[in-house]
């Protein structure tokens, strides 16, 4: 990845409710939520909630797809996965200590994700 997008990614994720929306996406997995379940889980406003998925989509980080009269959308687990990577990239500086933690805090994350799968 390179720094624009990277910017961009990190400037979607910058504002609080948008972080919530993302988060909220990537916890529901591959089949994702129609708008109007985020809305509710999150208790905002729908057009407050239109804005937040237009960043996020602008940035790369959220897929919509319609199924009859609802809009879906799902967490772009790939931009997601490319945004850490990249800032992990120079980590450890030929110390891996230093990143351990985080190798290990994303192995239980996921592992917590396919038990609830």
Not at 4 to 14: E, M, N, R, S
Not at 57 to 81: F, K, P
Request: some cysteine.
């Amino acid at each position: 990845m390179e720094t624009k997008p990277a910017v961009a990614i990190l400037a979607a994720l910058a504002h609080e409710g948008r972080l919530a929306t993302f988060r909220l996406l990537v916890q529901a997995g591959s089949q994702g939520l129609a708008a109007g379940e985020v809305a509710r889980r999150l208790d905002v406003l729908p057009n407050t909630l239109s804005a937040s998925l237009s960043v996020l989509s602008h940035a790369g980080l959220i897929t919509s797809r319609r199924e009859g009269r609802s809009v879906i959308y799902s967490a772009n687990y790939d931009a997601m996965r490319e945004l850490l990577a990249f800032l992990m990239e120079d980590c450890c500086a030929g110390t891996p200590e230093i990143c351990a933690p985080l190798a290990a805090l994303a192995s239980q994350g996921c592992k917590a994700e396919a038990l609830r799968a």
